[in-house]
């Protein structure tokens, strides 16, 4: 199994702010990591880090051995990395369909092969019967399920999936975390940020923890679950038990 | 549009369009309709860049400008036929938005726009200082050399019709191509997310300088006709800002981001401005554009889609139809 | 030569002051209501005109028609920015930015119709006389413009961090949905920084009369140095959008002292220029002060 990502040393300021520090993990081929941590924690600019769309001030991110810091966005989509948004961003006068289209004419620019690669992610994210729906006219779940067919349309070999579960029912949740399996089966390396617990110890078995832009823990769900420093950051000091005492798991 | 009676629609209007010299040989109406065909290329130049990837620009002028005096300098310096003037207008304009969308597209929305007034107006500012090349701000007149279609001169409006239309017929094909193909899509994508288009491969920077260069080659093209039309230049003609006001305007006002928006935009516009001339007679610029801005603060208030959007809108309620191409209703 | 110099300063700064009344009304607006008013030139112009006919009508001087155009732009700009600005504020740019557009080209033309294209002047009684310090020369009524001008700055300044309603203005400037949950009322918020913007247009208007010629173009000239001062300064920030007037107005001054008398305009393009090419950000931070 080689190693589809590999973030070493990942550190960015913003002025006085120092939003991600001396960040370093290796995703496996093939491999689901969540990405946890309390909000503010530098997730989601890890994700910006990653994918070119703030540039890192000290590291590097190599992606299938390829070194990725320092490439604009769009190129380190042709690569492989695709990624959703936090707050999903569609192309709102454009249709499902063309939205997804857009994402597939990445890898082939003639329209008939695009429409039908495209037809095929919408499909597998369970929004065909929306394709000639204009994006703003979506619901915002609805919306998140384009982010990722449009994502998918564009071939990655990684994914980076940024909270699409926050605000979902319990029933949404499964569905969600089916579709993260899914996208597994199919090979594709998936880091996920999130936030719902029961979704991330689901899907993955790798965990890699934040707070205040470090790495405070790495490792199985249930090492994560039990370590002292992750549960200072989210819960305060107050709930940190000596070892062996109280219950220890989700 | 796949509606069944779009195609006989088009061809009766090409028929009518194609006719229409042969049966109006009023001097005035002429001149209305070739206005009306050269601000609708004008328009179309302007929307292949502004409507479909919402890159505002209010400097279009520039190239308009920098087309009418290459062609010029090439004819009354060289003897070189404007035809191939025009094309090499084209090309200069096509060079000259490198470096102006470099360091305008430093900037992101009104800002954007702002630098593009700026460049249109600091290359007015050039021409009029440099009289050794292009005499300076009392322009020149170009040789009337009776009919000469080789040196696009002729003696019937009727043949500048046709050229004009003939410039329209391209830009609107172009833009009929483009919107159909990935890069309009992406041009699209543009417009309405810059961010994330890149995050799905789309190279914003070089597709925002190509539709530039293609936008900027074409309105040179205009520029050209319009010294061959008028046959006079001067430095406040050509680079001058009505230019760039009407080329967005009509865009807007007919429905930005769509093929046939600036046309509609455009027979509105000039219709009205014809009619406001004739009935208040040869007035002070002043009407014009008050009328102007009263009709575009309307559409931007309540149809900012334009009228092509009022139109699109009435389709969707006819019964069966589906939408067609990248952009849904609005 | 150090006089000619000192000389070309003073001008540059007297002027300055206010295309900083003008830039700092551009800026404001657009760190509040986050769009970039097209039409701030033509406020300075009805602001020229409205104390043109208070002079040539009722005798009164510029300094105090202070008084009438400023409260008047006020309400005319509270009233722009609740009947027209509040329609078109959403993620789509392009009404924005042509609104504005249109309105400035409505209220240019409209001018050209009622007042034609003839330059009017207001004559007073200072408007000739000048200050001799040393070897140089101060106009009166420019020093009068600028210090009115420092001051209404000032007093801006003052207002957006001392008072509740400033502090929100700044609150809404940098997050307007946080600002709105806090209890924020944005749309009073954008009006009384609409209102504000204009009132400085028409204050410069006022102050501008004693020596300069009011006609239906003048607020163009005005409303490009003050665009290139925002943009220098940073966007949305007050106090560069001050400092980056008075810049331009001195190397406006140089320019024309030392190259010629037209190169006005070009020192601006250059300034433009440089700014966008080496640092599209501006000189100030990014944040709005």
């Known amino acids: 199994m080689t190693d589809a990502l590999v973030v070493s040393g990942l550190s960015k300021r913003f002025g006085g702010l120092r939003a991600v520090q001396d960040l370093s993990f290796t995703v496996r081929e093939n491999e689901t990591l969540a990405l946890i941590g309390p909000n503010g924690a530098g997730k989601t600019t890890s994700f910006h880090l990653i994918t070119g769309f703030h540039r890192a001030d000290t590291g590097s991110v190599s992606a299938f051995g390829r070194e990725i810091v320092g490439l604009r966005p769009h190129d380190v989509c042709a690569l492989g990395l695709a990624r959703t948004f936090q707050v999903a961003k569609p192309f709102g006068a454009m249709t499902v369909l063309s939205n997804v289209m857009t994402g597939a004419f990445l890898r082939d620019r003639h329209v008939g092969i695009a429409r039908d690669k495209a037809r095929e992610a919408i499909a597998f994210v369970g929004l065909s019967r929306h394709e000639a729906t204009a994006a703003k006219d979506l619901t915002t779940i609805d919306q998140r399920r384009l982010e990722m067919a449009r994502a998918l349309a564009t071939e990655p070999r990684i994914l980076l999936l940024d909270e699409v579960m926050a605000g979902l029912n319990p029933a949404e949740i499964d569905q969600a975390v089916a579709l993260v399996g899914k996208l597994s089966a199919r090979g594709l390396t998936i880091v996920i940020v999130e936030h719902v617990m029961r979704a991330i110890m689901a899907v993955a078995r790798h965990i890699v923890v934040l707070d205040h832009g470090q790495k405070i823990a790495e490792g199985s769900p249930r090492e994560i679950v039990e370590n002292p420093e992750v549960i200072r950051a989210y819960l305060g000091s107050g709930y940190v038990h000596a070892p062996g005492t109280g219950d220890a798991h989700a | 549009m796949a509606v069944r009676w779009t195609i006989p629609a088009l061809l009766l209007l090409s028929a009518i369009v194609l006719v229409l010299p042969q049966l109006v040989h009023n001097a005035f109406a002429l001149d209305i309709f070739i206005r009306i065909l050269l601000f609708s290329f004008i328009g179309v ?23 009418a005096y290459t062609s010029t300098i090439m004819q009354v310096d060289f003897s070189i036929s404007p035809w191939i003037g025009m094309i090499a207008g084209g090309i200069v304009a096509m060079l000259a938005s490198l470096p102006i969308g470099w360091l305008c597209f430093r900037l992101r929305g009104p800002y954007f726009t702002i630098a593009t007034i700026a460049t249109a107006q600091a290359l007015m500012l050039v021409f009029l200082k440099f009289r050794d090349i292009a005499w300076g701000a009392e322009g020149t007149t170009i040789p009337n050399l009776g009919s000469s279609p080789l040196m696009m001169q002729f003696e019937t409006k009727a043949s500048y019709y046709y050229v004009v239309l003939g410039l329209l017929a391209i830009g609107l094909s172009i833009t009929y191509r483009i919107e159909k193909s ?20 789309v190279n914003a920077p070089r597709i925002k300088r190509d539709i530039y260069m293609i936008s900027a080659f074409l309105t040179a093209l205009a520029g050209t006709f319009y010294v061959q039309y008028i046959y006079f230049i001067d430095p406040a003609t050509a680079f001058s800002f009505n230019i760039s006001i009407e080329a967005a305007l009509v865009s807007i006002v007919g429905g930005i981001g769509t093929l046939w928006g600036p046309v509609i935009g455009t027979v509105l516009l000039e219709t009205t401005s014809a009619l ?14 008050t009328v102007y801005a009263m009709i575009l603060m309307a559409v931007i208030l309540w149809r900012p889609t334009g009228l092509m959007g009022l139109v699109s809108e009435a389709w969707q309620r006819y019964p069966g139809r589906k939408p067609a191409g990248a952009r849904a209703a609005p | 030569m150090l006089e000619t110099v000192t000389q070309a300063v003073i001008n540059g700064l007297l002027i300055g002051g206010i295309y900083a009344l003008v830039s700092i009304g ?5 760190g509040v209501v986050k769009i970039v008013n097209f039409a701030q030139g033509e406020f300075v112009m009805i602001g020229m005109y409205i104390t043109y006919f208070l002079f040539s009508t009722l005798g009164i001087d510029p300094l105090l028609s202070l008084l009438v155009s400023m409260p008047v732009l006020f309400v005319a700009g509270a009233l722009i920015q609740h009947v027209l600005i509040r329609r078109v504020l959403g993620p789509n740019d392009m009404p924005q930015i042509f609104l504005t557009f249109a309105l400035s080209l409505l209220l240019l033309n409209l001018s050209l119709l009622l ?60 997050n307007r ?8 009322n944005p749309d009073l918020v954008f009006a009384v920084a609409f209102g504000a913007a204009l009132a400085l247009a028409g204050a410069a208007g006022s102050l501008l009369m004693p020596f300069y010629s009011a006609y239906p173009l003048v607020g163009q000239v005005f409303v490009l140095m003050a665009f290139v001062a925002v943009v220098l300064g940073t966007l949305g920030n007050v106090i560069g959008a001050l400092i980056a007037s008075l810049m331009m107005g001195v190397a406006e001054s140089l320019g024309i002292q030392f190259v010629g008398a037209d190169s006005g305009l070009i020192v601006v393009f250059a300034m433009l220029l440089l ?12 944040r709005m002060r």
């Open chain 3, 115 to 174: 007042f034609s294209a003839n330059y009017r002047t207001v004559h007073t009684f200072y408007s000739d006389e000048a200050i001799h310090l040393g070897g140089l020369y101060i106009p009166v009524a420019k020093l009068i413009a600028f210090v009115v001008a420092m001051v209404l700055s000032g007093a801006l300044w003052v207002f957006l961090r001392t008072t509740d309603l400033g502090k929100a203005m700044r609150a809404a400037a940098q």
């Open chain 3, 177 to 184: 949905d946080v600002a709105t949950l806090m209890g924020i």
């Open chain 2, 182 to 201: 990935w890069m309009g899509y992406y041009l699209v994508a543009i417009g309405e997310d810059e961010d994330a288009a890149e995050a799905i491969g």
């Open chain 3, 26 to 30: 551009v800026t404001l607006i657009f």
């Open chain 2, 45 to 67: 130049a302007w929307n292949l860049m502004g409507g479909y990837a919402r890159q505002l620009s209010l400097g279009h002028a520039a190239y308009f400008g920098l087309g």
């Open chain 2, 276 to 289: 406001l001339q004739s009935w208040l007679g040869s007035t002070t610029g002043g009407v014009q554009l």
């Open chain 3, 275 to 286: 700014t966008l090419a080496f640092k599209p950000t501006g000189l100030g931070g990014g």
